[in-house]
């Protein structure tokens, strides 16, 4: 995976931007259950955070991973019975009390989603979250797509997935019908006629088949 270009477009379902967490009034919780990674950025400024009440837990509970990288994974938040120490009363100490800047790149952007393709960064919306999923599929109007001009200073900077499109036409099946694949899937997601449900079902299947295609497009390459 090469370094991602600056985008020159940005492209996003419609109801991405009316996505709002709710903190502590959501029926679930993203700090439980999971391990939180601190970019190196991030891990920086909590070795040289000032603040008398936070500043000490960041310096104790935050720990280099083993297998550290200058990614988003550099360090990680060392959780007690599953839950992130920072949590209190269904809120982020960390962001009550430094802000948003002092979150990792995990937090800062967990339900959204994004990958680049080409020059494009794409958002999405991660349906594990309760509200991103009442924001997407209890939509009334269809779904549709947004697509302008990318502006510095979007999106926090972060390691996202990439894919270099100009070495498509030269990549093994199936990755070659990449484009296909995509107005397959959001055809899928647009037609009416079906129940929310089965097209859920409909794209699943799709995306097995697509993993089944690409192991065996592997297998022959080994």
Wanted: hydrophobic content about 35%; some cysteine; charged content about 30%.
């Amino acid at each position: 995976m090469l370094k991602p270009m600056r985008p020159a477009k940005l492209f996003q379902p419609r109801h991405f931007d009316a996505f709002r967490c709710i903190g502590a009034d959501c029926e679930d919780t993203c700090c439980v259950g999971w391990i939180v990674h601190v970019d190196k950025p991030t891990y920086e400024k909590y070795q040289s955070c000032s603040d008398a009440e936070c500043g000490p837990s960041l310096r104790t509970l935050v720990s280099i991973s083993e297998k550290s990288s200058n990614g988003d994974d550099y360090a990680k938040i060392a959780f007690n019975r599953g839950r992130c120490p920072f949590l209190w009363e269904g809120l982020c100490s960390i962001q009550g009390r430094l802000g948003e800047d002092y979150l990792p790149n995990t937090c800062a952007t967990y339900p959204r989603v994004m990958n680049q393709v080409g020059d494009v960064l794409r958002r999405s919306l991660d349906l594990s979250c309760p509200e991103a999923a009442r924001v997407a599929l209890l939509d009334p109007k269809p779904m549709e797509f947004d697509e302008r001009e990318y502006q510095d200073g979007l999106i926090r900077p972060a390691n996202v997935p990439s894919v270099d499109t100009s070495s498509l036409k030269d990549a093994p099946e199936p990755y070659v019908f990449f484009r296909d694949v995509r107005r397959l899937a959001i055809a899928l997601l647009q037609d009416r006629s079906h129940p929310i449900w089965r097209r859920l079902f409909m794209l699943g299947c799709l995306c097995e088949e697509l993993d089944e295609a690409g192991s065996r497009a592997r297998d022959r390459n080994v």
